[in-house]
């Protein structure tokens, strides 16, 4: 099995551009998609970026998802932070024998 | 429009048992897997079970709940079920259903249900 750690919070400035890093312990990051989730207070979560890099419809260009197999992590990217983006984000993956993997959860603050 | 709406949870003593369901619609459900995600107050999102499609025999656990946990689903009443013995206090949680995204795939979620909570206190 594998292990998704992502730091605890990062902060920024409105208008600003945030990145949120996503490190897997034990195998390939690029063995299996990641997807990313956005979860406000006291909501449910939803889906950001699925295998990888793809958005919903629905969500803007601003939100964007990559994988860099030299840190062997996955990134999410925000630009032109708003307010309303202050969240946690948890990255998702899945392993061999379809078991589902998160990440610790990041919370965003934009200051 | 795709709909997740769970019922059962509420509060039980250490080593009891509870029921969630979740009521789906607005997609053919018996193509697709339904997972069960928990998180414990202010923490993070915790990954359950998991049904595939079809007649629902490929179930997967996480190994906190293996053996005391079983998930199953009903494809003529569109409902997946979780079924939770030997509760412990760590299993205090909202437990969210969530639908993935292509049929026969386990890979990543589309739909939520609205949360139900389950404490488990003495």
Known sequence: ?????????????????????????GGSIASNYVQWYQQRPGSVPTTLIYED??????????????????????????????????????????DSTNHVVFGGGTKLTVL | EVQLLQSGGGSVQPGGSLRLSCATSGFTFSRFAISW?????????????????????????????????????????????????????????????AKFHTDGSFRHFDYWGQGTRVTVSS
């Open chain 1, 53 to 94: 890099h793809q958005r919903p419809s629905g969500v803007p260009g601003r939100f964007s998802g990559s994988i860099d197999s030299s840190s062997n992590s996955a990134s999410l990217t925000i630009s032109g932070l708003q307010t309303e983006d202050e969240a946690d984000y948890y990255c998702q993956s899945y």
């Open chain 2, 37 to 97: 995600v928990r998180q414990a107050p202010g923490k993070g999102l915790e990954w359950v079970a998991s049904i595939g499609g079809g007649l629902g025999r490929t179930t997967y656990y996480a190994d906190s709940v293996k053996g005391r946990f079983t998930i199953s689903r009903d494809n003529s009443k569109n409902t997946v079920d979780l079924r939770m013995t030997s509760l412990r206090a760590e299993d205090t949680a909202l437990y969210y259903c």
């Open chain 1, 1 to 25: 099995n594998f292990m998704l750690t992502q730091p605890h919070s990062v902060s920024e400035s409105p208008g600003e551009t945030v990145t949120i890093s996503c490190t897997r312990s």
